[in-house]
């Protein structure tokens, strides 16, 4: 079970097979998604990921923000800067729902070259991936298993029946567009 199921892409797309068969298209077209996006999809526990910070001065105080690397974040359980465990009112987690997850630090002073730590819950839960995501998964393995009956033929003709299939390029291109709202966002 993972974020994106079988269950899920074939009520989008019923006659993707289900079974092992099922399967494997599933775990190949989530891994391109995957590393397309720059990011895992699936829900787990990460603990002392280092934090990517950008600093964000507002007025009368000075603020980190920490880009987290596997969202949307659960929950954080702890940050730590510098070998300093923060209190938890001294950091706000920031989510849109996926893309860009962040923890907002409130330091109120300027630590120069400060190392950060960070340890939350992120991804999605089994089965809890959005419809567009789901969507993105369906059309790549619908592509990828007409490629395995058909071949990766680019135009075809015989008898007065012809058969054209979509290059490399045009292949991935309205995936990569259905993939937009879910790939990391790095700074």
Request: charged residues 20%; glycine residues 12%.
């Amino acid at each position: 079970m993972g974020a994106v199921t079988l269950d899920k892409v074939r009520e989008v797309a019923p006659g993707l097979p289900s079974g092992a068969a099922g399967a494997t298209l599933l775990a190949a077209a989530v891994e391109w998604c995957e590393k397309y996006c720059g990011r895992k999809f699936d829900r787990a526990d990460v603990s002392g990921e280092v934090g990517r910070s950008v600093r964000d001065d507002a007025p009368g105080e000075i603020r980190h923000i920490i880009y987290l690397a596997r969202p949307p974040a659960a929950g954080v359980a702890s940050v730590i800067i510098n070998d300093y465990q923060l209190d938890a009112e001294l950091y706000e987690l920031l989510s849109d729902g996926g893309r860009a997850d962040r923890i907002l630090v409130k330091t109120y002073e300027n630590v120069p070259g400060y190392a950060t730590r960070v340890s939350y819950s992120g991804g999605w839960a089994n089965g809890a991936a959005p419809g567009g995501l789901v969507l993105a998964v369906a059309t790549l393995m619908a592509r990828q298993q007409d490629r395995l009956q058909h071949g990766a033929v680019i135009t075809e003709a015989s008898g007065g029946e012809s058969a054209s299939y979509m290059g490399s390029g045009q292949f991935y291109e309205d995936i990569r567009q259905m993939l937009k709202p879910y790939k990391l966002v790095r700074l």
